[in-house]
T-cell receptor, first 114, second 114 residues
Framework: GAVVSQHPSRVICKSGTSVKIECRSL??????MFWYRQFPKKSLMLMATSNEGSKATYEQGVEKDKFLINHASLTLSTLTVTSAHPEDSSFYIC??????????FGQGTRLTVV | AQSVTQPDIHITVSEGASLELRCNYSYGATPYLFWYVQSPGQGLQLLLK??????LVQGIKGFEAEFKRSQSSFNLRKPSVYWSDAAEYFCAVGDSFGNEKLTFGTGTRLTIIP
């Protein structure tokens, strides 16, 4: 099956710094990638949708200047959490799809801001 | 707007017993329906999906789900569970035009007891 690699799996950063999370489709070209945020014991909340070579589309309530998304190639999308604060601590998951509707998920990144 | 309801937050089942996880959706036309499983600290793995055709779909790991339009349901079943099935299960819906966005339910946590 298709493999999506997300890196890092865990990251701890100091408040005020920025952290970048990578999402790579290893064996297929991802025309679209999605970034989700998952709170403890909660469902996945879609943050943004990105298509290769174009600007990401953010969901209502998601700060685009805080959560920078770059989808520079068909196999790589990055999420940068800028000026991170403790309330940004969460589990972030990416999903990549080619032509199939369901997409394939990365392993997730646990971000802790101290 | 489409929505998904998973009425059971937590279910406990004895190993070897049968399982049914409930999922109800709200959508005007025939949706794309999915079940995903998430182990702690991990991403999501697709168990099965329904797009059209036979309303009983078979998935991986011995799971199946039945689409019932009259009840707007897509319940997940397994005749006999193993300890390794303990995880969080998410039902998701996408629209019939293959909308890239999936709407997830709040999840059902499955605990297996010996």
């Amino acid at each position: 099956g298709a493999v999506v690699s997300q890196h890092p799996s865990r990251v701890i950063c100091k408040s005020g710094t920025s952290v970048k999370i990578e999402c790579r489709s290893l064996d297929f070209q991802a025309t679209t990638m999605f970034w989700y945020r998952q709170f403890p014991k909660k469902s996945l909340m879609l943050m943004a949708t990105s298509n290769e070579g174009s600007k990401a589309t953010y969901e209502q309530g998601v700060e685009k200047d805080k959560f920078l998304i770059n989808h520079a190639s068909l196999t790589l999308s990055t999420l940068t959490v800028t000026s991170a604060h403790p309330e940004d601590s969460s589990f972030y998951i990416c999903s990549a799809r080619d032509r199939t509707p369901e997409g394939f998920f990365g392993q997730g990144t646990r971000l802790t801001v101290v | 707007a489409q929505s998904v309801t998973q009425p059971d937050i937590h279910i406990t089942v004895s190993e070897g017993a049968s399982l049914e996880l409930r999922c109800n959706y709200s959508y005007g036309a025939t949706p794309y329906l999915f079940w995903y499983v998430q182990s702690p600290g991990q991403g999501l793995q697709l168990l099965l999906k329904y797009f059209s055709g036979d309303t009983l779909v078979q998935g991986i790991k011995g799971f199946e789900a039945e689409f019932k339009r009259s009840q707007s349901s897509f319940n997940l079943r397994k005749p006999s569970v193993y300890w390794s099935d303990a995880a969080e299960y998410f039902c998701a819906v996408g629209d019939s035009f293959g909308n890239e966005k999936l709407t997830f339910g709040t999840g059902t946590r499955l605990t297996i007891i010996p």
